[in-house]
C-alpha cells in the first residue's frame, strides 16, 4: 500500500463503491415497522436521556397498547423468519408502531454539547422513522448535510479543521486518509454499550486496524447479475462478460476503479496495482470489452437489467438487492477472478462539536433491531451480526455474506497519482470506445 504524498486520493469520479441511495422500499414497507417497534418495546437495554420524551412515552402508553400486543406478534415471526420454514413477516401499519416509538432506547452515558447532532453522509442513508426515533427518544434534532463524493467531505472537513460535522459516514478509502491527517478521534467505547454487536468480519481493516476510530455502517461487494432467461451461457466470473454472445447487451458502473478492476482481475492482477504497464494492459482487455457494453451508468441501473434494456449487469450493492427482490429469478455471481469488497464506517472528527451526540447515535444504530431496519430498507450487507436474525430467508443470502467470503477478496485502496492518472486515461479510452 502507498504511503504519504504519493496517495492518489483524489480520483475523479470515485463515487462511493457500494452503491447510490435508492432504498429497496418495496420490502422495508413490509418489516421495518415491526423491528422498530421491537426497538422500541425493548427499550434497548437502557434508560432514556431525555425526560421530555419520557413524559411523552408515559402519556401514549395506553395508545400504544395495542400497537404492542400487534408487535409482539409480528416480532416473534420476524425473529422466526430466520429460521428455515419460517412464516412470511406480517405488515404492521405505519399508524400503530409510530404511536409505540416513544418507548426508552438503550443510551450510554453520554456528556452532551447542546441539542443537535451534525450528521454528514450521502443521502438517503438512514431510514427516516429511524432519525424521527432517535430525535424523539433523546431530544437531539439532527441535522442531516448530505455530499456527493467522498473527496468533497474530506476537503469540507480539511477546511474545518475536523470541525463542524459530530458524525461522519464516508468509504473505507477516505477513511484512511481521515485518520491519517489525524482528523478523527478516537472512539470512547464506554458510550458506545453496542459496539460488541459488530461483526468481527468488517473489523481490522486497512484503514483502521485496531478498530479505534471507525464503526462500520454496511459493505459492498463487486458482483455479476444476469437473467438466465436471456443469456445462452452460464456466467461465473469476470472473463465471461468479453463471450461475443453478450454484444450490445451488458451493463457496467461509472467507477473507474472497480470497472477496470476488474480488466485486471481477469489478467490476475490486483486492484491496487501501481504498475502503469499492468494498469495499460487491463485499458486494452477493456476496449475488446467495447463490444459488448451496452450503458456505462451510476443512476438506476438496476431499472435497465429489470426492463430487459441490458441482461447482464455489474452494479452497485443495493442496484443488486433491488433487482432481485423485484426478479428473483436472477442470478448473482460473486467473480471467480476474486471478489472487490468495500466498507462504510462513521467517525467522529477530532474536533466534533457534540461528540457525545455522536457517540449516542452510533450506539443507536448498532442496536440489533434499529440496525436491522436500516439494512432491509437501503440493501447493504449486514456489518452487525446480531441484526442477522431479523432477516427473513428470501434476503439473508443478500444482506449476509457467506461463511469464509473474504479468503477471496481484495479491498479497493489508495494507490499513487501516477496509476490514478493512468487509469483516468484507461478509464476515457474505455468510454469512447463503447461509445459512452
Known amino acids: 500500500m502507498v504511503t504519504g504524498k504519493n496517495r492518489g486520493f483524489k480520483i475523479t469520479g470515485y463515487k462511493n463503491r457500494l452503491a447510490p441511495r435508492k432504498p429497496a422500499r418495496a420490502l422495508s ?12 418495546l425493548s427499550g434497548c437495554g437502557g434508560q432514556n436521556q431525555n425526560p421530555g420524551a419520557a413524559t411523552t412515552a408515559a402519556a401514549t402508553t395506553t395508545a400504544a397498547t395495542s400497537a404492542a400486543a400487534t408487535a409482539a406478534e409480528t416480532t416473534a415471526a420476524a425473529a422466526s423468519g430466520a429460521g428455515e420454514g419460517s412464516e412470511p413477516y406480517q405488515e404492521l401499519p405505519r399508524d400503530q408502531f409510530l404511536s409505540a ?6 443510551a450510554p452515558v453520554a456528556e452532551l454539547e447542546g441539542t443537535q447532532l451534525n450528521l454528514y453522509t450521502w443521502e438517503g442513508m438512514f431510514p427516516q422513522d429511524i432519525l424521527d426515533k432517535f430525535e424523539s427518544d433523546y431530544g437531539i434534532r439532527i441535522n442531516y448535510v448530505n455530499f456527493d463524493f467522498g473527496e468533497t467531505m474530506l476537503s469540507r472537513l480539511q477546511a474545518a479543521q475536523g470541525g463542524d460535522y459530530d458524525l461522519i459516514i464516508v468509504d473505507d ?11 478523527a478521534q478516537k472512539l470512547d467505547r464506554t458510550k458506545i454499550n453496542n459496539f460488541g454487536n459488530i461483526d468481527p468480519m468488517y473489523q481490522g481493516q486497512f484503514y483502521d486496524p485496531s478498530d479505534e476510530y471507525t464503526v462500520p455502517y454496511g459493505a459492498g461487494v463487486q458482483t455479476i447479475v444476469y437473467d438466465p432467461s436471456a443469456v445462452d451461457m452460464e456466467i461465473t466470473g469476470y472473463e465471461d462478460l468479453w463471450d461475443e454472445s453478450l454484444a450490445d447487451s451488458v451493463g457496467v458502473i461509472a467507477n473507474f476503479r472497480v470497472i477496470n478492476g476488474m480488466a485486471l482481475k481477469v489478467l490476475g492482477e490486483s486492484y491496487n496495482t501501481d504498475d502503469l504497464d499492468k494498469i495499460r494492459a487491463a485499458g486494452d482487455k477493456l476496449i475488446e470489452l467495447a463490444p459488448n457494453i451496452r450503458l456505462i451508468k451510476d443512476d438506476q ?15 452497485y450493492t443495493s442496484q443488486v438487492y433491488e433487482s432481485v427482490m423485484e426478479n428473483p429469478d436472477l442470478r448473482v455471481v460473486f467473480p471467480k477472478e476474486g471478489i472487490g469488497f468495500g466498507v462504510m464506517a462513521g467517525f467522529i472528527p477530532v474536533n466534533a462539536p457534540n461528540p457525545g451526540a455522536a457517540h449516542l447515535f452510533l450506539d443507536y444504530i448498532l442496536n440489533e433491531q434499529i440496525s436491522a431496519g436500516c439494512f432491509i430498507e437501503l440493501g447493504y450487507y449486514s456489518t452487525n451480526k446480531e441484526a442477522n436474525k431479523y432477516f427473513m430467508p428470501e434476503v439473508r443470502d443478500l444482506l449476509i455474506l457467506p461463511e469464509g467470503f473474504n479468503t477471496n477478496m481484495e479491498m479497493i485502496e489508495n494507490i499513487s497519482e501516477d496509476a490514478a492518472a493512468e487509469h483516468d486515461i484507461v478509464w476515457t479510452k474505455f468510454k469512447t470506445a463503447a461509445g459512452q
Open 29 to 40: 414497507a413490509i418489516v421495518v415497522a415491526a423491528l422498530f417497534l421491537l426497538a422500541a
Open 101 to 106: 416509538t416513544t418507548q426508552a432506547s438503550a
Open 173 to 183: 478509502y477516505i477513511l484512511e486518509t481521515v485518520i491519517e491527517e489525524g482528523l
Open 301 to 315: 441501473l438496476q431499472d435497465d437489467l429489470l426492463s430487459g434494456e441490458i441482461n447482464t449487469a455489474v452494479m
